[in-house]
C-alpha cells in the first residue's frame, strides 16, 4: 500500500550517460520494460542491452516506476552492463541470420547437418500432425458452440428476453484470438525452477510473455494437463484471454495474478499439498487464484454499492466484484477454443464450475470473519475426508495468497504497497468529487505507508498465516515469521515519521 501523496500523472527522474546529464519523465502507468527502453534510448544502445542504475553511493536502483525520486545534484547512474548492438534492419531477421550463421558452423564442424534436416523434418511432421488434430477438436466444438448460439439467439429475438450478463461484459476481450500469437516458449533453467517454487520469488523482473510463460510450465509441472486431459492450444489461448481481460489497474492487474498464482503454486510446494489433496484440487486452486480478480475495476465493492454500479446492482450488493471475477471466467471457458476444462465430463466440470466459484467469492474481505472462524473449528479435529474441512481449507489457501505480498522481501512487497495505496487513493478522490462515504485507509491525507500496514499485518495476515500453520507447521518458519519481520519494519518506520514530524514542529 505507498504514500501516494503526489498527484501529478508523470515522474520525472535525472540521470548521468556518458558523463552527460539527462532528464526522463514518465508517466506513472508506465511499465518497467517502457523504463528500461527509455534509459536504452538515452544510453544509445539497443533495448535488448543489459542496463543498471545504480545512486550515488554505488547501490543498486530497481528500474521501476516506484524509483525514489532525485535531482540534477544526484543523477542515477546509467550503467550498460552487456551492450546488444543496434540491428541494422528487422530484428528477427538479424537474429534469424545469426542463428543460421551458427548453425552452419556446427554443421561444418560436427558433421551433422544431414541427420539434423531429417530430424527437423520428422519432427515438424510430427508437430504439424498435433496441431491439426488439435484445431480439428476445437473446430468441431466451436461448430456445436455456434449451432447453440443461434439457437438461444432465436430464442432470445421471440422472447425479447435481455441478457444482463453479456451487458455487464466486454465481449470484444472475451473473445480469443482466432490464431495463436508466437508468445515466446522459454527455457526455463533449473535455477527458475526451482525459484518459481520459493514465496521469496521476486515478481518485478518478469514480462507479460515471461509470466505467461511461467504459469504454462506450473500447469505441465503439476501434471494438470494430464488430469484434466488439456488441449496444449487451447491452455496457451485461455492464457492469452485471461491477461486481456486484467485491466491496467495499479495493483489490481495481470502482475498481481501471476503474483498470487505464484504463491499459491510456492505453498503446494513448501506444503507438499499433493499428499492431501487431489490433482483435481491442485488444479482449481491454481486456476482460481488465475481468475480471481478478472476484469477488476479499480474501485472496490463499497464503491460499487455506495455509487450504485451496474455490477452492484446485477448482484443485489452481494460480493458485486468477486461474482463478477466468476462471471468473466466462465464467460471465457464458455467459449471452445478457450475452455481448458472442455475434455473432463460434465460431472466433473460442474465439480470444477462449483470449487472456483466458491474459492473466487471467498475472497471478498468482508466474509474473512465468517470463513476464519469457521476453518478455525475445524483444526480441533481436522479431516481431509470432510469435504466442507477441505473446503474451508483451500478458501483460506487462497485467501492467503490473494494477500501475501508481505510474506516476500521488503524490496519485492513494498512496491506493491505503493501500488495498492495509489489505487486507493484514485477511488477515494472520486468518492470525494461524487460526495460518497470515504474509508479513512484510503484518504490520502490520512493515511501513510506504515500506518496502513502496521494494522493489517498484526491483525489480519499474521492470525490467518498462523492458524494454517496449525496444519502445515512449516509456514510458521517460512512465511510467519516474514511476516512478524515486515510488522517491525513499519513499526519503525512510523516512529521515524513520527520523530521527524516532532523536529519539523520544533524548528
Known amino acids: ?47 535488448l542491452s543489459e542496463i543498471v542504475l545504480k545512486d550515488q553511493s554505488g547501490a543498486l536502483v530497481t528500474v521501476a516506476p516506484s524509483m525514489p525520486n532525485n535531482d540534477a545534484q544526484t543523477p542515477y547512474n546509467v550503467i550498460v552492463e552487456r551492450e546488444v548492438p543496434l540491428p541494422t534492419g528487422n530484428e528477427e531477421g538479424a537474429f534469424k541470420n545469426v542463428l543460421n550463421h551458427v548453425a552452419e ?36 466444438e466451436k461448430c456445436r458452440k455456434d449451432i447453440s448460439d443461434i439457437r438461444n439467439q432465436i430464442f432470445e429475438a421471440q422472447t425479447k428476453i ?50 505467461l510463460s511461467l504459469l504454462e510450465h506450473m500447469y505441465h509441472e503439476l501434471d494438470i494437463v494430464h488430469e484434466f486431459n488439456i488441449n496444449p492450444v487451447n491452455l496457451k489461448r485461455w492464457l492469452l484471454c485471461i ?5 491496467n489497474n495499479p495493483f489490481h492487474n495481470f502482475r498481481h495474478c501471476f503474483c498470487v498464482t505464484q504463491m499459491m503454486y510456492g505453498m503446494i510446494h513448501i506444503c507438499e499439498l499433493w499428499e492431501t489433496l487431489t490433482k483435481e484440487d ?35 450488493d452481494i460480493s458485486p466484484l468477486e461474482n463478477h471475477h466468476c462471471a468473466v471466467a466462465f464467460q471465457i471457458l464458455n467459449n471452445p477454443e478457450c475452455n481448458i476444462f472442455g475434455n473432463v465430463d460434465k460431472d ?9 466459484t466458491m474459492l473466487i467469492l471467498g475472497t471478498d474481505m468482508a466474509r474473512h470473519g465468517e470463513v476464519m472462524d469457521k476453518f478455525k473449528r475445524t483444526l480441533t479435529d481436522f479431516d481431509y475426508n470432510n469435504k466442507e474441512h477441505l473446503d474451508l481449507l483451500k478458501m483460506v489457501l ?59 499485518i498484526k491483525f489480519v495476515l499474521i492470525p490467518m498465516f498462523e492458524t494454517v500453520a496449525k496444519l502445515f507447521p512449516i509456514v510458521d518458519t517460512i512465511m510467519v515469521e516474514k511476516l512478524r519481520m515486515a510488522r517491525d519494519h513499519y513499526e519503525e518506520m512510523k516512529l521515524m515519521d513520527e520523530a521527524l514530524k516532532e523536529k519539523a514542529k520544533v524548528t
Open 105 to 140: 558452423q556446427f554443421s561444418e564442424a560436427l558433421k551433422v547437418d544431414e541427420f539434423r534436416t531429417e530430424v527437423n523434418k520428422r519432427l515438424n511432421t510430427l508437430e504439424s500432425r498435433i496441431e491439426k488434430d488439435n484445431q480439428r477438436g476445437v473446430e468441431i
Open 243 to 247: 491477461q486481456e481481460n486484467y485491466r
Open 162 to 211: 435481455v441478457d444482463y450478463n453479456h451487458m455487464s461484459m466486454k465481449s470484444d476481450k472475451l473473445r480469443p484470438r482466432k490464431s495463436i500469437p508466437k508468445f515466446q516458449k522459454y527455457t526455463l533453467s533449473e535455477e527458475t525452477v526451482a525459484y518459481l517454487k520459493q514465496p521469496t520469488f521476486d515478481i518485478w523482473h518478469w514480462e507479460p510473455n515471461e509470466m
Open 398 to 456: 487462497v485467501k492467503c495468497c490473494d494477500i501475501s505480498n508481505e510474506v516476500r522481501p521488503a524490496e519485492v512487497s513494498e512496491p506493491w504497497v505503493d501500488c495498492l495505496l495509489e489505487e486507493y487513493f484514485n477511488q477515494s478522490d472520486r468518492e470525494k468529487l461524487e460526495g460518497l462515504p470515504v474509508a479513512p485507509f484510503m484518504d490520502r491525507e490520512k493515511v501513510t505507508k506504515p500506518t496502513a500496514q502496521i494494522g493489517f
Open 348 to 356: 466433473t466440470f460442474k465439480r470444477i464450475r462449483a470449487n472456483i
Open 282 to 316: 491442485l488444479g482449481i486452486l491454481i486456476t482460481a487464484c488465475i481468475c480471481h480478480d478478472l476484469d477488476h475495476p479499480g474501485y472496490n465493492n463499497t464503491y460499487q454499492i455506495n455509487a450504485r454500479t451496474d455490477l452492484a446492482i446485477l448482484y443485489n
Open 1 to 47: 500500500m505507498g504514500n501516494g501523496g503526489s498527484v501529478e500523472s508523470s515522474k520525472i527522474i535525472h540521470i548521468k550517460v556518458n558523463d552527460k546529464h539527462e532528464k526522463i519523465v514518465f508517466g506513472r502507468n508506465c511499465s518497467s520494460r517502457d523504463l528500461r527502453e527509455l534509459l536504452a534510448h538515452a544510453a544509445g544502445v539497443s533495448r
